[in-house]
């Protein structure tokens, strides 16, 4: 077993997430479901990055997340913490790196992007599970609410999954009456992402102790 820190696990979490986004987004096959809604919606209003987009979608989903549960914990707001440090790298990505400036035409190297996204989109979204703070407010409301309704978190991730891309394809169909990020990978995405983040969570990162630097906070997330 090797030893890592859970802060140092968290900032590698939020950088493979916005670097797998930006690489899905160049590939243009599709893009994650749970990306679609945000990534449409700064599609449709130019003044919008997808990070600004992001927020608003992550708001929405806290409030929603709040009132199933039925209470209200500042502890809660880890997670929108987390879906903002996100959203921000995604867009700070985008503007430093060339790779994430160009229209890619090679349809094999789109491919290759895509699937290389889609892996590291999985494995981030892995390592948020298996740190103290809260993962993005996508990933935290199926780990808890997979938690209280006692069902598989596999399942519930790919049914959350599903939802979110019969809401994708509604807002994309009413607002460019068009698919615009919806396409294959978006299809494949819905089906295999609940699959791989558990593959990476019990096959690879099973194989790694994690350390937490501020105890205090991490009893506090754990307890709360």
């Known amino acids: 077993m090797y030893k890592i820190s859970s802060e140092l696990l968290y900032v590698f979490a939020i950088l493979l997430l916005g670097f797998g986004v930006n690489l899905m987004s160049i590939a243009d096959c599709g893009?994650?479901?749970i990306v679609c809604p945000a990534y449409i919606i700064s599609q449709k209003y130019n003044h919008l990055?997808?990070?600004q987009a992001e927020y608003l979608v992550a708001g929405f989903l806290f409030v929603i997340f709040c009132i199933i549960l039925r209470k209200f914990r500042l502890a809660y707001l880890s997670s929108f913490i987390t879906g903002f440090l996100y959203a921000t790298t995604a867009d700070?990505?985008?503007f430093i790196l060339p790779i994430f400036q160009v229209t890619i035409s090679s349809l094999v190297i789109r491919m290759i992007c895509f699937f290389l996204g889609m892996?590291?989109?999985a494995l981030a979204v892995a390592m948020f599970y298996e740190t103290y703070f809260y993962p993005q407010i996508y990933d935290f409301f199926c780990k808890v609410l997979s938690k209280k309704y006692k069902i598989s978190l596999k399942l519930f991730k790919t049914c959350f999954d599903c939802t979110?891309?019969?809401i994708s394809l509604f807002m994309s169909l009413i607002l460019f009456?068009?698919?615009v990020g919806i396409g294959l990978g978006t299809i494949i995405m819905a089906i295999c992402n609940g699959?791989?983040?558990q593959f990476f969570r019990t096959k690879v990162l099973s194989h790694?102790?994690?350390i937490p630097r501020f105890k205090k906070l991490s009893y506090y997330l754990n307890n709360a």
Do not use: E
Request: aromatic residues 20%; glycine residues 4%; neutral net charge.
């Open 119 to 121: 892996m590291i989109s």
């Open 177 to 179: 009456n068009d698919f």
């Open 31 to 33: 893009m994650s479901m």
């Open 208 to 210: 790694f102790i994690y």
């Open 164 to 166: 979110f891309l019969m």
């Open 195 to 197: 699959a791989l983040i």
């Open 49 to 51: 990055t997808y990070g």
């Open 92 to 94: 700070i990505l985008k």
